[in-house]
């Protein structure tokens, strides 16, 4: 991969995860552990990972268990907050970390919220990109999803076992240039949704989008399409597969935040508005919100320098 540092293998418990390591890390600044969303790998902060080091941060990039170069097993009950952040606390010890500072974007986000909250001894602290933190509803999320945007949603949707893997594997190099799409104007949101959320029925019955609306070159796209035509699309969506079980999990636990920590969300993010970060205050007392003008979900993508000057301008001010 251009321009990204070669994968070093890390046998963190029951699972080897890839790792992509730059800088050396000024003495008394933890490391910061990147963690990529759905449907991504550890490639998607190509563009963070040299500024951050030079930044002064060793920087570690992982692939999630399930993608890219990572173990994948199986079982979808492996891919749960609490064995996904497990495996974080893994990582760490097995690299002789005490503690890091996460970085997420989209499920990543979510995974690294919940690190804050399950492990916080291992935190120094939390970004959040796209994903706000949320407290807990008070039914099954997928019930919210299914009555609110109809039972066509696509986290509802990827609950079928096997369906949505074989659809997006059935032409991959259509699949990335479908998803990595520019974000659409807000004035146009309220006529999109909830169509826009049915990703399966979009995918199956639409064409290839021209790659003047597309957000990744067709250089960095075929690093993704070449990674999920090795991996699949299986462990991935076995996140999805979670979303009830998280919510369960969480039931009974303390849901704040006591690491400082950084949300920073996109203006035009239709699937994580800004607005939906309303409130994060009262479970992370110490916490600052950016939000990125012109961008949609795809920040490090879409918006690379802004979002580089955000993160290293907190974490220089904090750490």
């Keep these: 991969m251009k321009d990204f540092p070669e994968p070093i293998f890390v046998q963190a418990g029951d699972v080897r995860l890839a790792t992509y390591q730059a800088g050396e890390g000024a003495p008394g600044r933890p490391p910061i ?7 991504e790998l550890a490639y998607s902060w190509k563009n963070q990972m040299g500024p951050l080091a030079k930044a002064g941060f060793k920087v570690i990039a992982i692939d999630l268990k399930g993608f890219g170069a990572s173990d994948a097993p199986e079982d979808k009950t492996l891919y749960d907050a609490a064995h996904i952040t497990g495996d974080f606390v893994a990582l760490l010890d097995a690299l002789g970390i005490e503690k890091a500072i996460f970085c997420g974007h989209d499920w990543g986000g979510a ?8 492990h916080p001894e291992r935190v120094a602290g939390v970004i959040g990109v796209s994903t706000p933190l949320r407290p807990r509803p008070p039914v099954p999320p997928l019930q919210i999803l299914a009555k609110r945007f109809t039972p066509n949603h696509y986290i509802v949707r990827f609950q079928e076992e096997d369906a949505p893997e074989k659809l997006f594997e059935s032409d991959v190099e259509r699949f990335f240039p479908f998803i990595f799409r520019k974000p659409a104007p807000r004035e146009r949101w309220l006529a999109l949704i909830p169509g826009v959320f049915d990703l399966m029925s979009r995918f199956a019955e639409g064409g290839a989008p021209k790659m003047e609306d597309v957000v990744l070159s067709r250089e960095d796209l075929q690093v993704y399409i070449d990674a999920y035509k090795k991996s699949g699309f299986r462990g991935g969506i076995n996140i999805y597969r979670n979303v009830d079980c998280n919510w369960a999990l969480m039931e009974g636990r ?5 690491a400082p920590s950084l949300w920073i969300g996109a203006e035009l993010d239709l699937f994580l508005p800004p607005e939906s970060a309303e409130g994060m205050e009262a479970l992370i007392p110490d916490l600052e919100k950016r939000v990125l003008s012109g961008c949609g979900h795809w920040v490090m993508w879409e918006k690379p320098e802004q979002l580089n000057a955000a993160i290293t301008d907190w974490l220089k001010r904090r750490f």
Excluded: F, K
Aim: net charge negative; no cysteine; glycine share 10%.
């Design 254 to 258: 303390e849901q704040t935040i006591a």
């Design 111 to 118: 995974l690294v919220w919940a690190m804050g909250q399950l």
């Design 33 to 39: 552990i990147l963690v990529h969303g759905w449907p």
